[in-house]
């Protein structure tokens, strides 16, 4: 993880992010690195080491002299909770401060069903996962949420498929459960830094679409994620899609992509042709058994996806588009789909070097997404240099 822009080089924050590349050094080496004082660079060393954040891995190979020790960052100092939470499953974990999933736990829901038993199964599984995990303490907690969320407050806001969810305050919540941050993002959002951040961390342009129950994408710009003004940038399910008529969709429009290609709208369209379709994971399976009909219905859908997609390759000019979610497992058929498209409606010069490509993370990319976007608060020079202080 790079140090954030603007931080004081001699502060403790400074001094851990530059020993987060996983490198061990000395303090000789990193008074030479850094440049700071002897008595400064042993001062902040010691603050970190007193809160866990580094260790002493060992003692150089002696040439004469007192050998010294080599310092490396503590991934296992603390952890964080995270939660990628769908319309139909959520992805429940416990992460390090490196955004590695010590344990793991998929817990069947129904979002429909409101915030409170909602968010009352998340923390049972926590606690759950916590009995495996070891004994650090934990410093935070991470929720995806499957509709547009206010990031500054972590409140949902008009979400489609959540009744009961506008305006929850779901960081006072868990809050109250754990005592520690709780931060709250777009699930899509999360799956855009989970997928940067394990697989893609050298791209800087790169959208992540999530086909599932419903439709996201998540957006990185110049290696960041990009909300837009209000949170509500990557809303690619509900565009129009050129040529839908007027297929209702709940969002109250009608011709959106979600209501054409998602995944209850697919699994319609297969019910018509005669085929047991009744789920988003019927869908998966009857394309990956091999069934002609499934595979054509799913490549059209690919096809319409990259219709919409088209636009936002125009607009955006990314490197990298990435295609995860439940409907995606279902294999090559959506993406063969999605290229078609995208390539002969976008300009050369955006498509000249734009790859497209299933998702590497899969059904981790939220969860390891929310472990980066609390880690980086955590570790932030705000957050840790006043804990330092402290």
């Not at 260790?55 to 190979?61: H, L, R, S, W």
């Not at 995270?82 to 793991?104: I, K, Y």
């Not at 399910?237 to 297929?247: E, K, M, N, T």
């Not at 939220?366 to 006043?386: E, F, K, N």
Request: hydrophobic residues 45%.
């Amino acid at each position: 993880m790079p140090s954030p822009s603007g931080t004081d080089p001699s502060s403790p924050s400074a001094l851990l992010h530059l020993l987060m590349d996983g490198r061990p050094r000395t303090r000789a080496e990193l008074v030479e690195e850094t440049g700071l004082a002897r008595s400064t660079v042993r001062a902040r060393m010691d603050s970190l080491l007193a809160a866990n954040l580094i260790v002493d891995t060992g003692a150089d190979e002696s040439t004469g002299g007192r050998p010294a020790s080599r310092f490396v960052f503590n991934p296992g100092a603390r952890l964080v909770l995270v939660a990628q939470v769908g319309a139909t499953q959520a992805t429940v974990a416990v992460a390090d401060l490196s955004c590695g999933l010590t344990a793991v736990e998929e817990v069947g829901l129904d979002i429909a069903e409101g915030p409170v038993p909602i968010l009352a199964s998340l923390v049972k599984a926590w606690r759950e996962l916590l009995r495996t995990a070891g004994g650090a303490e934990v410093a935070g907690v991470g929720i995806g949420l499957p509709g547009p969320v206010e990031h500054s407050t972590g409140r949902p806001v008009n979400p489609p498929i959540m009744p009961g969810w506008d305006g929850f305050d779901v960081p006072a919540s868990i809050g109250a459960e754990f005592g520690v941050p709780v931060l709250v993002d777009n699930e899509v959002n999360l799956m855009a830094l989970g997928e940067h951040a394990a697989s893609y961390p050298d791209v800087e342009h790169m959208i992540v679409v999530k086909m599932a129950t419903g439709i996201g994408a998540g957006l990185i710009s110049n290696g960041v994620l990009h909300r837009g003004a209000a949170g509500a940038a990557g809303d690619l399910g509900h565009i129009q899609v050129p040529h839908a008529g007027d297929v209702p969709c709940r969002c109250g429009n009608s011709g959106c992509l979600e209501a054409v290609v998602g995944g209850p709208a697919l699994a319609a369209r297969l019910r018509g042709l005669g085929l047991d379709a009744n789920s988003t994971a019927d869908v998966v399976h009857l394309v990956r058994s091999g069934n002609v009909e499934a595979g054509r219905v799913l490549r059209q859908a690919g096809r319409e996806l990259g219709e919409v997609l088209a636009g936002a390759v125009s607009m955006f000019n990314p490197s990298l588009v990435v295609i995860g979610g439940m409907v995606a497992q279902a294999g090559e058929m959506l993406l063969a789909g999605v290229r078609e498209s995208v390539y002969r409606r976008s300009l050369p010069l955006a498509t000249e070097n734009l790859r497209i490509v299933a998702s590497r993370t899969g059904s981790t990319a939220g969860a390891r997404g929310a472990a980066a976007m609390v880690t980086r608060h955590l570790l932030s020079p705000q957050v840790l240099d006043a804990e330092m202080e402290a």
